[in-house]
């Protein structure tokens, strides 16, 4: 089990024009904007966990973004169970 990024839609203030999450991610093209929601997406497959995007994200106030462990089996994301710890 890992931990990646996940947005959450109703924090994100992306549509105010805020971009920290994608501008500081070091991993490219795993943080994008969802026109469609005009929200930050993250695209798991590319999410390396760095945790990068929660510490901008926090800093800024908006608290937006949360890590959480992916079922390595099935490459989903696990929202009921908090994050997994990080290897040493």
Excluded: Q, W
Excluded at 61 to 86: C, F, Q, W, Y
């Amino acid at each position: 089990m890992y931990n990646v990024a996940f947005v959450e839609n109703d924090k994100c203030v992306a549509h105010k024009g805020c971009r920290l999450c994608v501008l500081y991610c070091p991993e490219p093209d795993c943080i994008r904007m969802d026109y469609s929601t005009n929200k930050a997406i993250v695209y798991i497959d590319r999410c390396k966990g760095c945790e990068l995007c929660v510490v901008v994200c926090d800093a800024a106030k908006h608290n937006a973004i949360l890590m959480a462990p992916v079922d390595s089996s099935t490459g989903k994301i696990d929202l009921s169970r908090h994050k997994a710890e990080a290897a040493a």
